[in-house]
């Protein structure tokens, strides 16, 4: 009878112990950590992409809980794998919504991104896309914006309005365009062709080339034939400095734009001597050190530079810089409104003067992007390093 | 169809109702919508590879055929979902008997190397008919479909669409090969000179499964299109040619089972293991060598051996 009762003491002690234990681990712990989904094509053919964005997106969620996380709540990224394939990116999306996200960061390739709007749209869950094709955040069929839809990357449309401009105030009238077969060359191609005639420029010669071509003199030997007096070369892939090298073999001396594509340290090591003076507009990351100490993008820049470059051993490049804003941008979302999707989403949509990588973002209910022509800069290759183009 | 399929058969339609009222996660849903998808597919090519015997690395052109007319003609054109969906079909099948004329004269790897050509081909066409295909960029905003006043626009309604149409092809298959095609076309594979010497058209047998199985890649595009709402060329290269070649060789060649069961594997696996990360593609791989090695004449093949061994112990 005794040890009966000395049992059923010491059990509802036990219990009492462990329950003020549990009560007093809750008050200890952190707040409930705010969960946000990462799809970057980190390996597969587009990981030159995605694996920047995963690397940037690490550094950043290390960061801010290291200052506390947000409001208190620790960041937790939850990244997936989308190995540049649509329907990896569908499933991918679909799990993290699942798994309780408040937004979704990525995913890397336009078409990977195209995939994952409707999903976004139907669940009204926010999405900040990390590629460039404009019909991510913009509707065709109805001429608007995508409620749940935003992106970090620059317009295809700005950056060839910037190297218009600055063709017009050269005096070039007659261009030469030449670009490859990929999403991205080709919707350069498509923005060159209609952006042409609002510049008084006439296209008068339009070249392709894919992937893997190894020698584009036959399109070049055209080109020369041609009256352009300046050649346009867009192209995400390597295969775009056999244009710079072989351009200088046919002794091609009118000057060369490229995209925002070649913005890669490893493009203008790769073309070598064939790359200097070449002129093309991009973002500010490529040349932070260059930039004005009162420019509101340098501290930010420096910073990402020097971390991702000590941590990394490898330079930094525009894509790591589109997945850092994203991030950014949600979480500042976060930080103002709380976990609460609505709020986030208005907060986005009419956030302006937000300092990011790819340039000033003033976000509204028309536009979805947010940069505008000024967030791009001319640059050019000097002794094999880019530099602010200056004439 | 014998005894054993149709019980088979039966016991998967009834564990294929029961799975979303247990699984409610949509996540695991809609991975079974894509296992319902390529499984159409394989089923296909494994009448093509394990029963007639010609190897096709060239797949994914059929389905890409599909899901482009699918979306062409309903994003852009404003055709009706199921005109599309059937305009698809007999395009595959008119482009599956011009190629398959001259090409399933061809041999081994000679046939291997001309049916990656016609895959390549129709990569190229998605990728460089920009005006009609949106080049690189793909089709997106692609309407959905609906059956009898149902559109499928949630996952688990186009789940029981999807997996009707694989029971249906399924059925179908096992009917076929156990018809009088079934048994020529088995014929073929073991020796076209034998089958030839037997009075059998092996000609004419081959361009027709060819065809029938560029049907099944058109149907299984045309859904992966209404369920994704977007296509791109990428959808539809290589490497989801060898992904196909891969699910019917993984699964067994010789049973249409096989190539469900290798759809399913080879769709499941990769999401299963997105938990390891990095990893990943170390396991993956391993999976696949130990399968191959240990199992040589695939998994359906390892569980058919498992299963007769349990009786004779029994």
């Given at each position: 009878?005794?040890?009966?009762?000395?049992?059923?003491?010491?059990?509802?002690?036990?219990?009492?112990?462990?329950?003020?234990?549990?009560?007093?681990?809750?008050?200890?712990?952190?707040?409930?950590?705010?969960?946000?989904?990462?799809?970057?094509?980190?390996?597969?053919?587009?990981?030159?992409?995605?694996?920047?964005?995963?690397?940037?997106?690490?550094?950043?969620?290390?960061?801010?809980?290291?200052?506390?996380?947000?409001?208190?709540?620790?960041?937790?990224?939850?990244?997936?794998?989308?190995?540049?394939?649509?329907?990896?990116?569908?499933?991918?999306?679909?799990?993290?919504?699942?798994?309780?996200?408040?937004?979704?960061?990525?995913?890397?390739?336009?078409?990977?991104?195209?995939?994952?709007?409707?999903?976004?749209?139907?669940?009204?869950?926010?999405?900040?896309?990390?590629?460039?094709?404009?019909?991510?955040?913009?509707?065709?069929?109805?001429?608007?914006?995508?409620?749940?839809?935003?992106?970090?990357?620059?317009?295809?449309?700005?950056?060839?309005?910037?190297?218009?401009?600055?063709?017009?105030?050269?005096?070039?009238?007659?261009?030469?365009?030449?670009?490859?077969?990929?999403?991205?060359?080709?919707?350069?191609?498509?923005?060159?062709?209609?952006?042409?005639?609002?510049?008084?420029?006439?296209?008068?010669?339009?070249?392709?080339?894919?992937?893997?071509?190894?020698?584009?003199?036959?399109?070049?030997?055209?080109?020369?034939?041609?009256?352009?007096?300046?050649?346009?070369?867009?192209?995400?892939?390597?295969?775009?400095?056999?244009?710079?090298?072989?351009?200088?073999?046919?002794?091609?001396?009118?000057?060369?734009?490229?995209?925002?594509?070649?913005g890669n340290t490893k493009y203008a090591a790769a073309a070598g001597e064939a790359a200097e003076g070449v002129i093309f507009p991009c973002g500010r990351v490529l040349v932070a050190e260059f930039l004005d100490?009162?420019?509101?993008?340098?501290?930010?820049?420096?910073?990402?530079?020097?971390?991702?470059?000590?941590?990394?051993?490898?330079?930094?490049?525009?894509?790591?810089?589109?997945?850092?804003?994203?991030?950014?941008?949600?979480?500042?979302?976060?930080?103002?409104?709380?976990?609460?999707?609505?709020?986030?989403?208005?907060?986005?949509?009419?956030?302006?003067?937000?300092?990011?990588?790819?340039?000033?973002?003033?976000?509204?209910?028309?536009?979805?992007?947010?940069?505008?022509?000024?967030?791009?800069?001319?640059?050019?290759?000097?002794?094999?390093?880019?530099?602010?183009?200056?004439? | 169809?014998?005894?054993?399929?149709?019980?088979?058969?039966?016991?998967?339609?009834?564990?294929?109702?029961?799975?979303?009222?247990?699984?409610?996660?949509?996540?695991?849903?809609?991975?079974?919508?894509?296992?319902?998808?390529?499984?159409?597919?394989?089923?296909?090519?494994?009448?093509?590879?394990?029963?007639?015997?010609?190897?096709?690395?060239?797949?994914?052109?059929?389905?890409?055929?599909?899901?482009?007319?699918?979306?062409?003609?309903?994003?852009?054109?404003?055709?009706?979902?199921?005109?599309?969906?059937?305009?698809?079909?007999?395009?595959?099948?008119?482009?599956?008997?011009?190629?398959?004329?001259?090409?399933?004269?061809?041999?081994?790897?000679?046939?291997?190397?001309?049916?990656?050509?016609?895959?390549?081909?129709?990569?190229?066409?998605?990728?460089?008919?920009?005006?009609?295909?949106?080049?690189?960029?793909?089709?997106?905003?692609?309407?959905?479909?609906?059956?009898?006043?149902?559109?499928?626009?949630?996952?688990?309604?186009?789940?029981?669409?999807?997996?009707?149409?694989?029971?249906?092809?399924?059925?179908?298959?096992?009917?076929?090969?156990?018809?009088?095609?079934?048994?020529?076309?088995?014929?073929?594979?073991?020796?076209?000179?034998?089958?030839?010497?037997?009075?059998?058209?092996?000609?004419?047998?081959?361009?027709?499964?060819?065809?029938?199985?560029?049907?099944?890649?058109?149907?299984?595009?045309?859904?992966?299109?209404?369920?994704?709402?977007?296509?791109?060329?990428?959808?539809?290269?290589?490497?989801?040619?060898?992904?196909?070649?891969?699910?019917?060789?993984?699964?067994?060649?010789?049973?249409?089972?096989?190539?469900?069961?290798?759809?399913?594997?080879?769709?499941?696996?990769?999401?299963?293991?997105?938990?390891?990360?990095?990893?990943?593609?170390?396991?993956?791989?391993?999976?696949?060598?130990?399968?191959?090695?240990?199992?040589?004449?695939?998994?359906?093949?390892?569980?058919?051996?498992?299963?007769?061994?349990?009786?004779?112990?029994?």
């Open positions: 009878m005794f040890k009966r009762k000395l049992l059923i003491l010491g059990g509802v002690l036990f219990l009492g112990l462990a329950l003020s234990v549990n009560s007093f681990a809750k008050k200890v712990d952190l707040k409930e950590p705010y969960k946000i989904g990462c799809l970057f094509a980190f390996t597969g053919p587009a990981s030159w992409l995605g694996e920047p964005e995963r690397r940037t997106a690490v550094w950043i969620e290390d960061k801010v809980n290291k200052a506390g996380g947000i409001n208190g709540h620790p960041l937790k990224l939850l990244i997936e794998d989308t190995k540049g394939d649509p329907t990896a990116a569908v499933l991918a999306a679909k799990k993290l919504l699942k798994e309780g996200v408040l937004a979704i960061v990525g995913p890397s390739t336009s078409g990977e991104s195209m995939a994952v709007v409707p999903i976004m749209e139907e669940a009204e869950q926010i999405l900040v896309s990390c590629a460039a094709a404009e019909a991510i955040v913009h509707d065709p069929k109805t001429d608007k914006e995508r409620k749940w839809i935003f992106k970090t990357p620059q317009k295809d449309s700005h950056v060839v309005q910037k190297i218009y401009g600055h063709m017009k105030k050269s005096g070039i009238a007659k261009v030469a365009i030449i670009t490859d077969t990929t999403g991205f060359g080709a919707q350069g191609r498509e923005q060159l062709k209609k952006y042409a005639p609002e510049f008084g420029i006439a296209v008068i010669s339009d070249e392709t080339y894919g992937p893997k071509d190894t020698d584009l003199t036959p399109q070049l030997t055209k080109i020369k034939g041609t009256e352009a007096q300046a050649i346009v070369n867009w192209s995400i892939l390597p295969a775009q400095t056999t244009v710079m090298k072989n351009r200088i073999q046919l002794g091609i001396t009118i000057p060369l734009y490229q995209s925002h594509g070649f100490k009162k420019h509101p993008q340098k501290k930010l820049l420096v910073e990402y530079k020097k971390a991702y470059e000590s941590q990394h051993k490898e330079d930094v490049s525009t894509f790591g810089g589109h997945a850092l804003d994203a991030l950014n941008l949600v979480v500042a979302a976060l930080k103002a409104s709380g976990p609460d999707k609505n709020k986030m989403r208005s907060f986005i949509e009419n956030k302006k003067g937000f300092v990011g990588t790819g340039g000033i973002f003033n976000f509204s209910p028309t536009d979805h992007t947010g940069l505008g022509l000024d967030s791009l800069e001319m640059l050019t290759v000097k002794k094999g390093k880019f530099d602010l183009y200056k004439k | 169809m014998d005894k054993k399929d149709s019980l088979t058969l039966l016991i998967l339609t009834v564990c294929l109702v029961i799975f979303p009222f247990i699984v409610t996660n949509t996540y695991y849903i809609s991975t079974m919508v894509f296992v319902g998808i390529n499984g159409i597919i394989a089923i296909g090519l494994s009448l093509l590879m394990g029963y007639a015997g010609q190897i096709s690395i060239g797949h994914a052109a059929f389905f890409g055929l599909g899901a482009y007319t699918s979306a062409v003609l309903t994003a852009k054109l404003g055709f009706h979902p199921w005109g599309a969906f059937f305009l698809g079909i007999l395009l595959s099948s008119c482009i599956a008997l011009i190629i398959g004329i001259p090409s399933l004269k061809l041999k081994g790897h000679y046939l291997a190397m001309a049916t990656l050509g016609f895959g390549e081909i129709t990569y190229i066409v998605f990728n460089e008919l920009t005006d009609i295909t949106g080049g690189p960029s793909g089709i997106g905003d692609i309407p959905k479909i609906s059956l009898a006043g149902y559109t499928m626009n949630t996952d688990i309604k186009y789940y029981f669409f999807v997996w009707a149409f694989l029971l249906l092809i399924l059925t179908f298959s096992l009917n076929l090969i156990h018809s009088r095609i079934g048994r020529a076309l088995r014929s073929i594979h073991d020796s076209e000179v034998a089958a030839n010497a037997m009075g059998i058209n092996t000609g004419k047998l081959k361009i027709q499964v060819f065809m029938i199985s560029a049907v099944f890649g058109s149907v299984a595009g045309s859904l992966y299109t209404h369920y994704v709402t977007f296509v791109s060329p990428s959808s539809f290269g290589l490497f989801f040619s060898i992904l196909l070649v891969m699910m019917v060789v993984i699964g067994g060649m010789h049973s249409v089972w096989g190539a469900l069961i290798g759809a399913a594997l080879l769709t499941i696996l990769p999401e299963f293991l997105r938990a390891l990360k990095d990893f990943e593609i170390f396991v993956y791989g391993s999976v696949l060598l130990l399968i191959m090695i240990f199992l040589p004449r695939g998994l359906i093949g390892g569980l058919e051996y498992l299963f007769n061994r349990l009786i004779k112990k029994v």
